[in-house]
């Protein structure tokens, strides 16, 4: 039974990714933001700005535990880049199903999240010149919990995994 979950830092395609296996093979595919967005009829960003992180950070593993328990069959599920670094989120996340760090470089993540930085409630307020090295710091300390994930697949490595879960 395929279950698949995709952890990874902001920007690391972890929605496209899992939209795309859906696409491609029919399974039920879930966002984890989206779904806390649909649930509590707001925006992260709004979450963010109107309870503070440590709110969103409860309404995510709340998520987690609900979702964990009423999932059933094959699916894919995209996590927010913080879920595996709270609480015992990461040994649930294992427990789930199998989990996958999409793995790329602070260069490339901070050259991908620039455009879109805006939406983002933890990088809106970094200039272009800040972001790398946000992303360096933040990654280097959540790496250790990403590390943990069954598979990590580098940018390059994506195509032949998705082929291999196709066949
Ligand atoms: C966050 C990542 C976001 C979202 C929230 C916090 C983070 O999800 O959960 O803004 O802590 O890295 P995406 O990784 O899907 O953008």
């Known amino acids: 039974m395929k279950k698949v979950i995709l952890i990874g830092f902001m920007g690391a395609g972890k929605s496209t990714l899992g939209r795309r296996i859906h696409q491609a093979s029919g399974m039920p595919f879930f966002d984890l933001d989206d779904w806390i967005e649909a649930r509590e009829g707001r925006k992260i960003g709004e979450i963010f700005r109107q309870d503070g992180e440590a709110a969103f950070r409860a309404l995510e593993s709340k998520a987690l535990d609900i979702l964990s328990d009423e999932l ?3 699916w894919v599920l995209s996590c927010g880049g913080g879920t595996p670094c709270f609480g ?3 040994e649930k996340l294992r427990k789930m199903g199998t989990t996958v760090y999409l793995k790329l470089s602070p260069e490339l993540l901070a050259s991908r999240l620039l455009p879109e930085k805006e ?3 933890l990088i809106s307020g970094y200039s272009e010149a800040e972001l790398v090295d946000f992303i ?3 990654l280097n300390k959540r790496e250790m919990f990403y590390k943990k994930a069954h598979l ?5 490595e994506v195509d032949d995994w998705f082929l291999k879960l196709m066949g």
Do not use: I
Request: hydrophobic share 20%; aromatic share 0%.
């Open 72 to 74: 059933p069959g094959e």
């Open 88 to 90: 015992d989120n990461m």
């Open 119 to 121: 939406h983002r409630p």
């Open 136 to 138: 360096r710091d933040l």
């Open 152 to 156: 990590h697949l580098k940018e390059d």
